[in-house]
């Protein structure tokens, strides 16, 4: 199984090419995958089970990438010191989490209405599920499956979404205020309506979602995808799209601050038709 779990580390960090450290990095990794695997095997998982939850608990790859230092004249040590670090705290989340819901199958389920306040939903299967009207403030949904679920009219409060799949998710009147989306997948997510202030969304997927007729106040797209994403008639207010390519961006008819409106000039963005305050 080790050398399974090392071909998994070769694919996952096959685009990172040879950085300095890599192979310690590895090391660690394995090390803590291999004690994922074998805690599995004593809850009574079969071999392909705790395979498979192991490397489904491993998560972002982006995150891990951004806690090792690049720079040469930095001692390797610091780096393996800082990933070992970081993967202590994702694999002790399913030893240590109080959570009933992290690690769980739970698709097509109704969980409408409830109060889940600091639920941890991590690495767990939640397509189809109905979370409407739900108080998820400060909930945690990392690797977690979620594909054609529903949080309408949820409250998402600093709530945190990484490497999650939020395909076909409904967010129309949440609200995900201070929410973190970090690397997940958003293809055809309906917002509309949904309160968007100081949502943090980092290297996600949100092209030719709609933002039509939005207030966003604060908002970050940091390094995210916004090809054909639409901003039509929305009113935008110190919203900032860091490393983002905005080019084929849609803003028509939006309104917007001198400063928002600065920073997408600088960016080449389609800003014929929109007005400025």
Do not use: W
Not at 219 to 227: H, L, Q, R
Not at 248 to 263: E, I, N, P, R
């Amino acid at each position: 199984m080790e050398n399974k779990l090392q071909e998994f580390l070769d694919e996952a960090f096959k685009p990172y090419g040879n950085f300095p450290s890599r192979k310690d990095v590895e090391q660690e990794l394995l090390a803590n995958l291999t004690e994922k695997y074998q805690d599995l095997k004593l809850q009574g998982k079969s071999d392909a089970e705790a395979y498979q939850a192991t490397v489904d608990s491993f998560g972002d790859v982006t995150e891990i990438m951004d806690n090792v230092q690049h720079n040469p004249g930095v001692e390797l040590e610091n780096d393996i010191r800082s990933v070992g670090r970081t993967l202590r705290d994702t694999f002790k989340l399913a030893k240590t989490s109080k959570s009933k819901f992290s690690m769980t199958e739970l698709k097509q389920s109704d969980l409408s209405d409830t109060q889940l306040v600091g639920s941890d939903f991590s690495f767990s299967s939640l397509s189809e599920t109905d979370f409407s009207a739900a108080n998820l403030t400060g909930s945690t949904f990392n690797g977690s499956d979620l594909r054609k679920s529903s949080f309408k009219a949820a409250n998402l409060k600093d709530a945190a979404f990484a490497g999650s799949d939020l395909t076909n998710v409904t967010f129309d009147s949440a609200n995900l205020t201070n929410a973190h989306i970090k690397a997940c997948a958003l293809k055809d997510a309906s917002f509309e309506k949904a309160t968007l202030d100081g949502t943090y969304f980092k290297h996600s997927d949100l092209s030719e979602v709609s933002f039509e007729g939005q207030s966003l106040n604060g908002t970050v797209f940091d390094g995210s995808s916004v090809k054909k994403a639409s901003f039509k008639n929305a009113v935008l207010a110190d919203v900032t799209f860091h490393h983002s390519d905005v080019k084929h961006t849609v803003f028509d008819g939006a309104t917007m601050d001198k400063v928002t409106y600065a920073l997408l000039k600088g960016a080449k963005a389609n800003l014929d038709n929109v007005i400025v305050k």
